[in-house]
Structures are given as structure tokens and as C-alpha cells.
């Protein structure tokens, strides 16, 4: 770390060497599997050689990196929405309608649709729960990667993961993912 924030570019390839797969895969799982997430990646790294110097304890440079990474993350949602609201795509080109005829394996759909059901939380409540359920983060650890306390973080998780097990009930698709205790499997 001390090499980082003294400006030694070493220090900063060691470390995207070692973390830029978790950070690529936060994202495309937070972001979906559709898209390029590599600009992000790189800005997330961007973020971090910018802000290096206010870590202060280098044993936090993972929980660090993946802060940046949720923001970012929170930040490109937003961006999405309102894209989506003005119906812009990101190329400017309309896309093509999917044939109808033509039949998915259940796995591809299954995601799209939970993707998609993803699409109408808040940024903040889609990186919650993507923390939490995909990532695998502990309740800690989601707090501290959204800026928020443990209190609030669990009623968060706890109202998106409610409004998701739900909304996935009653999809034709997702509701055999859904179990009855514990939510999504």
C-alpha cells in the first residue's frame, strides 16, 4: 500500500492483478451478463488509484475495492434507468425483436427474467441484494460496501429479498427457483 500512495505503478498492477477478477465479476453479475463491463473495470481501478491515499489499513484493500466497485456499480444502474426512460440505447441503434419461435434452455431464461425483474429495484436495493445472494457477502460486509450501518442493510436486504421471492412466485419461470423457506435458490 505504502508503494501505492508513494506512486510506485507496480504496486498498482500487483493489485489489479490480484483483485480485477473480483471486480469484473461484481460487476457483470451486479450488472448482468449482457455488456461489456471492462470500461467499468477500468474506472473502478481508476477510482481507486485516485483515492488510494485514504486507506488507511491495508488488510481493508478488498472490502475497499469492492466499495468502489458497488458505487460504480449503483452509478451505472442509475445511468441504465435513465437511458431506459428516454429509450436510448447505448449505441444509439434500436435492438432487434427476439424470433418468438425460437426456444430457450430454462437456465439463460430463468436469468434474463430475474435480471429483468432486478431491473425495477432501486440501485441501491439491486446491489444489496446482488451482495447478499449472488456474491455471497455477510451482512457486514454489504454494509460497509454500500456506506451504510448493519441496521439499515438488513432491512434493505430484508425488503428486496421479500419484494424479489415474490415477484419470482408468481413468475411462470423463476417461481420452480423459488423454495418456500428460504427465498431464491
Same mark, same amino acid.
Given at each position: ?41 477500468? !474506472?473502478?481501478?481508476? &477510482?481507486?488509484? %485516485?483515492? /488510494?491515499?485514504? @486507506? $488507511?489499513?491495508?488488510?481493508? #484493500?478488498?472490502?475497499?475495492? +469492492? ?51 432486478? !431491473?425495477?429495484?432501486? &440501485?441501491?436495493? %439491486?446491489? /444489496?441484494?446482488? @451482495? $447478499?445472494?449472488?456474491?455471497? #457477502?455477510?451482512?457486514?460486509? +454489504? ?43
Amino acid at each position: 500500500m505504502k508503494a501505492l500512495q508513494s506512486g510506485q505503478q507496480e504496486a498498482l498492477l500487483a493489485i489489479w492483478d490480484r483483485h480485477a477478477t473480483l471486480v469484473r465479476g461484481l460487476l457483470r453479475r451486479s450488472l448482468g451478463p449482457w455488456g461489456d463491463v471492462e470500461d467499468l473495470v477500468q !474506472e473502478v481501478f481508476l &477510482a481507486f488509484h %485516485r483515492s /488510494a491515499h485514504d @486507506l $488507511r489499513d491495508p488488510a481493508m #484493500l478488498r472490502a475497499y475495492l +469492492v466499495g468502489i466497485t458497488t458505487r460504480k456499480a449503483i452509478s451505472e444502474l442509475r445511468r441504465r434507468r435513465v437511458r431506459s426512460f428516454l429509450r436510448i440505447t447505448e449505441d444509439g441503434v434500436l435492438p432487434e425483436a427476439e424470433d418468438p419461435g425460437v426456444v430457450e434452455d430454462d437456465g439463460p431464461e430463468a436469468l434474463r427474467r430475474l435480471y429483468q425483474l432486478l !431491473e425495477g429495484c432501486s &440501485a441501491a436495493d %439491486r446491489m /444489496a441484494f446482488v @451482495l $447478499r445472494h449472488v456474491e455471497g #457477502l455477510q451482512l457486514e460486509e +454489504v454494509a460497509r460496501a454500500l456506506g451504510v450501518s448493519v441496521a439499515t442493510a438488513k432491512r434493505q436486504l430484508g425488503r428486496v429479498h421479500a419484494r424479489v421471492v415474490a415477484l419470482a412466485r408468481r413468475d411462470p419461470v423463476l417461481s420452480g427457483y423459488v423454495t418456500t423457506e428460504e427465498g431464491i435458490s
